[in-house]
C-alpha cells in the first residue's frame, strides 16, 4: 500500500516571497503520478500541479514547480511570488499507474501574510 | 461544462436517519469517484465507477453505505442509519478515460449528524 506524509501541518508565508511545501511517499510500483492539489476554506479541491514519475525534468505551471526527488521518494512543491490568494490548504496526493484511486497526505495549512 | 457538481451541499440529520447524496460528474467523464474527508485528514478513496459498474469498494463502506451509478451518468451514495462517525464532508470526483490521472473534484457535501 501506498503511503504519503506531510510532515508540515502549517506553513506561513509573506506575500511575494517563497515558500517550499514538503511530501514524501512510499510506494514499490515504478510508474505512478504525483500531484499537489489546493483546497481554499469552504471551496472545492482542484489541482494545482502533476508530476509523472518517469519524467526527469520537473513540472512547471507558472508560480508553481516542483522538487521530484524519485530516489529519495520526496515531492515537494515551490510556490514563488506568494499571493494572498495561495492561501489554503495543500494536499499531495499519489496515483499508483495502474491504479485510479488517489492516496492523499493530511495536508499543509499555508497562510499568507500580507 | 461547469464541472462537477453535488447536492446537497450541506446536510444535518439525526443520528438513525437515512441520508442520500448525488454527485453529477463532468459530460465526458466515464470515470467517478467517491471520497471521504474528515477534520484534518486528507481525502480517503471510497468507491470507483467505471461507467455504471461499480468496481472497487473501499473497507471503509461498510454495509450501512451503498453506491449507484445508473446508466453511467450520475452518482448516488446513500447512507442508512446514519452514525456520529459518519460527520464527514463527501467528495465526489470524476475522469476522463483519456486522462485518468486527471480527477476532478465537486465541492462535496458535508455531512453531520447530530
Known amino acids: 500500500a501506498q503511503t504519503v506524509t506531510q510532515s508540515q501541518p502549517e506553513m506561513s508565508v509573506q506575500e511575494a516571497e517563497t515558500v517550499t511545501l514538503s511530501c514524501t511517499y512510499d510506494?514499490?510500483?515504478?510508474?505512478?503520478?504525483l500531484f499537489w492539489y489546493k483546497q481554499p476554506p469552504s471551496r472545492q479541491m482542484i489541482l494545482v500541479i502533476r508530476?509523472?514519475?518517469?519524467?526527469?525534468q520537473n513540472a512547471t505551471e507558472n508560480r508553481f514547480s516542483v522538487n521530484f526527488q524519485k530516489a529519495a521518494k520526496s515531492f515537494s512543491l515551490k510556490i514563488s511570488d506568494s499571493q494572498l490568494g495561495d492561501a489554503a490548504m495543500y494536499f499531495c496526493?499519489?496515483?499508483?499507474?495502474?491504479?485510479?484511486?488517489?492516496?492523499f497526505g493530511k495536508g499543509t495549512l499555508l497562510t499568507v501574510n500580507p | 461544462d461547469t464541472g462537477v457538481s453535488q447536492n446537497p451541499r450541506h446536510k444535518i440529520t439525526k443520528r438513525g436517519q437515512n441520508v442520500t447524496f448525488r454527485c453529477d460528474p463532468i459530460?465526458?467523464?466515464?470515470?467517478l469517484y467517491w471520497y471521504r474527508q474528515t477534520l484534518g485528514q486528507g481525502p480517503e478513496f471510497l468507491t470507483y465507477?467505471?461507467?455504471?459498474?461499480?468496481?472497487?469498494k473501499s473497507r471503509l463502506l461498510s454495509d450501512r453505505f451503498s453506491a449507484e451509478r445508473p446508466k453511467g451518468s450520475f452518482s448516488t451514495l446513500e447512507i442508512q442509519r446514519t452514525e456520529q462517525g459518519d460527520s464527514a464532508m463527501y467528495l465526489c470526483?470524476?475522469?476522463?478515460?483519456?486522462?485518468?490521472?486527471?480527477?476532478?473534484f465537486g465541492p462535496g457535501t458535508r455531512l453531520t449528524v447530530l
Open positions: 470526483a470524476s475522469s476522463p478515460d483519456s486522462k485518468r490521472f486527471e480527477q476532478f
Open positions: 510506494t514499490s510500483e515504478s510508474d505512478y503520478y
Open positions: 508530476q509523472e514519475a518517469y519524467k526527469q
Open positions: 496526493a499519489f496515483l499508483g499507474g495502474s491504479n485510479y484511486k488517489l492516496t
Open positions: 459530460s465526458e467523464h466515464n470515470r
Open positions: 465507477f467505471q461507467n455504471e459498474a461499480q468496481l472497487e
